[in-house]
């Protein structure tokens, strides 16, 4: 997961870019990749994606309300809002204060879904302001920890 130190507080919605993480217990899945903004208001979260089609299915909107309180692992998002307990339909959502966004899913069924419309947890990382300028992407040096340039 990544470092999670506090609930997520927006004081408006922030868009995520994220991929499926790629899984055999689902062929084919219903999402490759999307978009989500995540508002919050108190403890709820809300993730509104927008799924790009998949191999056999088309786009689709997702509107989707989880929760976030601090637990003994730190702060911790989870979907459903009261889903503590069941393992067949949680999903366990971690954004960090660099923008990267995990999360813990595993569907056994492509007729359940999680936060952002897959049947498999995601990989994002917050949308950028602008263009990524592709010569600083490719310069940049990963040290296990942070990015350097």
Same mark, same amino acid.
């Given at each position: 997961?990544?470092?999670?130190?506090?609930?997520?507080?927006?004081? /408006?919605?922030?868009?995520?870019?994220?991929?499926?993480?790629?899984?055999?217990?689902? /062929?084919?899945? %219903?999402?490759?990749?999307?978009?989500?903004?995540?508002?919050?208001?108190?403890?709820?979260?809300?993730?509104?994606?927008?799924?790009? *089609? =998949?191999?056999?299915?088309?786009?689709?909107?997702?509107?989707?309300?989880?929760?976030? /309180?601090?637990?003994?692992?730190?702060?911790?998002?989870?979907? *459903?809002?009261? %889903?503590? =307990?069941?393992?067949?339909?949680?999903?366990?959502?971690?954004? =960090?204060?660099? =923008?990267?966004?995990?999360?813990?899913?595993? %569907?056994?069924?492509?007729?359940?879904?999680?936060?952002?419309?897959?049947?498999?947890?995601?990989?994002?990382?917050?949308? *950028?302001?602008?263009?990524?300028?592709?010569?600083?992407?490719?310069?940049?040096?990963?040290?296990?920890? /942070?990015?350097?340039?």
């Amino acid at each position: 997961m990544t470092e999670n130190t506090a609930c997520p507080d927006f004081s /408006s919605p922030a868009s995520f870019l994220y991929v499926t993480v790629p899984t055999t217990n689902i /062929s084919p899945d %219903s999402a490759d990749y999307g978009k989500v903004n995540i508002g919050t208001q108190g403890s709820a979260v809300t993730f509104d994606a927008q799924t790009i *089609p =998949g191999w056999t299915y088309a786009a689709a909107l997702f509107h989707r309300t989880g929760g976030c /309180s601090n637990t003994n692992l730190g702060a911790l998002t989870a979907y *459903p809002l009261n %889903s503590f =307990g069941f393992a067949s339909n949680l999903e366990l959502i971690s954004i =960090g204060s660099s =923008g990267l966004m995990v999360s813990s899913f595993t %569907s056994l069924s492509s007729a359940v879904w999680g936060a952002f419309g897959g049947g498999a947890g995601v990989i994002g990382v917050a949308e *950028p302001s602008g263009p990524v300028d592709v010569s600083s992407v490719v310069g940049a040096k990963y040290n296990g920890s /942070s990015m350097r340039r």
